[in-house]
């Protein structure tokens, strides 16, 4: 059972505009999630992350933003680039094992010129 | 050099037959995973290790087994490789005084024919 959801596997957005990746989690342990962003042929890299104490985190032009009673977080990106385009996975912590990860299936964001 | 690192990147093996995936780390973590990526499925935990004594199983822990031969080494085998393993595996570390911040190695592409 897919704890941790992304219903969105793709995304395209035009190079300037705000991107927005969703993320919905069925577990209320879960305190502490993150997102990665993966090219191909590379493993994926930390992005952002956000604890369940607070509702919005922000790091340059990435922001995450945590509804803990719609169980929901997402992921802005302003201005998007090219660059950016990659897999998003959003993950979980698993309750109260430190390290133990739960992900998402990914979405794929297309940013075009 | 990389900091993990994954050997071999690509593997193409027959049914039945026995293969092992290797990671290696120089980052100096005690925390090491195996994650399998299916296309639309996102990041699976194989198994996960929090030091050089400890194994605990993943969500998908059947049909593998792992051995941890050092703090900086992470095995995978598979004893009887059947073809819905094809998939993309990740080697992953992290510290544990930073323990949700996981750090993938580049991949092993692996297809069992």
């Known amino acids: 059972d897919q704890q941790v959801k992304q219903n969105s596997p793709s995304l395209s957005v035009q190079e300037g505009r705000i991107s927005i990746l969703n993320c919905d989690y069925t577990?209320?342990?879960?305190?502490?999630f993150l997102w990665y962003k993966k090219y191909p042929a590379e493993g994926p890299t930390f992005l952002i992350s956000i604890s369940s104490i607070k509702d919005k985190n922000e790091d340059g032009r990435f922001t995450v933003f945590l509804n803990k009673s719609a169980k929901h977080l997402s992921l802005h990106i302003v201005p998007s680039q090219p660059g950016d385009s990659a897999v998003y996975f959003c993950a979980a912590r698993g309750g109260s094992t430190l390290g133990r990860l739960y992900f998402g299936r990914g979405t794929q964001l297309t940013v075009w010129p | 050099d990389a900091d993990v690192t994954q050997t071999p990147r690509n593997r193409i093996t027959k049914t039945g037959k026995r293969i092992m995936l290797e990671c290696s780390q120089t980052k100096g973590h005690d925390r090491m995973y195996w994650y399998r990526q299916d296309p639309g499925l996102g990041l699976r935990l194989i198994y996960y290790s929090f030091d050089v004594k400890d194994i605990n199983k993943g969500e998908i822990s059947d049909g593998y087994s792992v051995s941890r031969q050092a703090q900086a080494k992470f095995s995978l085998s598979l004893e009887s490789a059947i073809p819905n393993q094809t998939a993309l595996y990740f080697c992953?570390?992290?510290?544990?005084?930073?323990?949700?911040?996981?750090?993938f190695g580049p991949g092993t592409r692996l297809t069992v024919l």
């Open positions: 992953a570390t992290s510290a544990t005084s930073e323990a949700d911040t996981q750090y």
């Open positions: 577990n209320s342990m879960f305190d502490y």
